[in-house]
């Protein structure tokens, strides 16, 4: 798939009612005679602008343009080297883009600008495919340590529950699921448990924009039905962009899906549209 033929998907766009991002969005939005595309970045919680990161030569991402509305469930899918670690290091500071940069509520915020700390604390949340739960602990402990809002050691380790964030644990018991485990130590629970507190730890800290990265793999099948409608719920109070390969389970959550190729943006649209794009069909899904 040669790069000249990217682009030809945002062809027209400016005439349909949600088209994808192209890649001129940034110089639009610069001319006071498009009002379309200055609306839309207004109104997004998160943007990439022609995002490029390089390594050794090789470009891991290249002029990645992507705009994710505040409330939306996003599935990113494409093969292996497409881009999308890559994507979410950039986001949380991980990586620094060669070209480009990051904004989030519109463009109040310039994510590219910051350091990794201070981009979780503006409300980025993410959480890496294996659990990184502190298994010696409990499900409670683990929500605990994750909703102090000091994230110096020792006054998190002392510092006392405000009434607020027990109200915030609860609910985010009650949203993973988790209740009758509050007490049970995190290395005592199944896999699916496991992820399923992790995205509780997330939920404590209040996050605009949750990124995820193939949350079901190696669940069983009642795990990862519970996982489907935990992330349908969560929806709507943050942003959820989801990274996976299970395209059954894509289906299951998707509602916009962003297919990455060789970090470009190579097709955007319902589950349906992409699976039916010969162009996805040919560099990812298969006939």
Wanted: hydrophobic share 40%.
């Amino acid at each position: 798939m040669s790069d000249a033929q990217t682009p030809k998907a945002d062809n027209g766009s400016k005439t349909k009612s949600e088209p994808p991002v192209e890649k001129g969005l940034a110089q639009r939005v610069g001319s006071a005679t498009d009002t379309g595309a200055h609306r839309r970045v207004q109104k997004s919680i998160l943007w990439l602008d022609n995002v490029t990161v390089s390594f050794d030569g090789f470009k891991a991402l290249d002029d990645l343009t992507l705009l994710l509305e505040p409330g939306e469930l996003r599935c990113i899918i494409g093969p292996n080297g497409a881009g999308k670690t890559t994507m979410m290091d950039v986001i949380t500071g991980k990586t620094r883009p060669d070209v480009g940069a990051v904004y989030m509520d519109g463009r109040a915020i310039e994510l590219t600008k910051m350091r990794e700390s201070e981009i979780a604390t503006a409300g980025v949340g993410r959480k890496f495919q294996r659990p990184t739960v502190f298994e010696q602990l409990t499900v409670f402990q683990n929500l605990e340590l994750a909703c102090r809002a000091s994230k110096r050691v020792f006054p998190t380790l002392f510092a006392r529950l405000r009434t607020g964030q027990k109200e915030q644990i609860a609910r985010a018991l009650e949203t993973i699921r988790l209740e009758d485990e509050y007490g049970t130590r995190a290395g005592l629970l199944s896999h699916g448990q496991k992820q399923w507190l992790e995205i509780g730890m997330l939920l404590v800290q209040d996050p605009k924009v949750m990124l995820i990265d193939e949350p079901v793999a190696g669940m069983t099948p009642d795990e990862v039905e519970r996982t489907a409608e935990l992330l349908n719920n969560l929806a709507g109070e943050a942003t959820v962009v989801v990274v996976e390969h299970d395209m059954e389970f894509v289906r299951r959550i998707a509602r916009t899906v962003t297919v990455l190729h060789e970090g470009r943006r190579l097709a955007e649209g319902t589950m349906d549209e992409v699976q039916n794009n010969p162009e996805v069909i040919e560099v990812y899904l298969g006939s």
